[in-house]
């Protein structure tokens, strides 16, 4: 069993900054591809942002130039960098992390339960 939880959501006001982590802990072998997405109220999920094993990165455009992804690959955690944010940034931010449980398994995604950012004067 793999556990992923999130934390450092909040309330924040517009223009402020907050950082995002996500741990994943259990039977794990080998971490692929790590990725924040969102939903806002009545909206879809979104990917916001995504790095790779090798610390590529890609971001949705609404995003690019404020929010950074990161990982630390011995912690096994990955985190969500975000400035200037805005009211339209608000959401349910949800981590997903391609775990392998053994050396002859594949990756299986694994999501965790999700944290509020609530951005507002």
């Known amino acids: 069993q793999v556990q992923v939880v999130e934390s450092g959501g909040g309330l924040v006001q517009p223009g402020g900054s907050l950082r995002l982590s996500c741990a994943a802990s259990?039977?794990?072998?080998?971490?692929?591809?790590m990725a924040w997405y969102r939903q806002a109220p009545g909206k879809e999920r979104e990917l916001v942002a995504r790095i790779t094993s090798g610390d590529r990165t890609n971001y949705v455009d609404s995003v690019k130039g404020r929010f950074t992804i990161s990982r630390d690959n011995a912690k096994n955690t990955v985190f969500l960098h975000m400035n200037s944010l805005k009211p339209e940034d608000t959401a349910v931010y949800y981590c997903?992390?391609?775990?392998?449980?053994?050396?002859?398994?594949?990756?299986?995604?694994?999501w965790g339960q999700g944290t509020l950012v609530t951005v507002s004067s």
């Open positions: 997903n992390v391609a775990v392998a449980g053994s050396w002859w398994s594949g990756y299986v995604e694994v």
């Open positions: 259990g039977s794990i072998f080998s971490i692929g591809a």
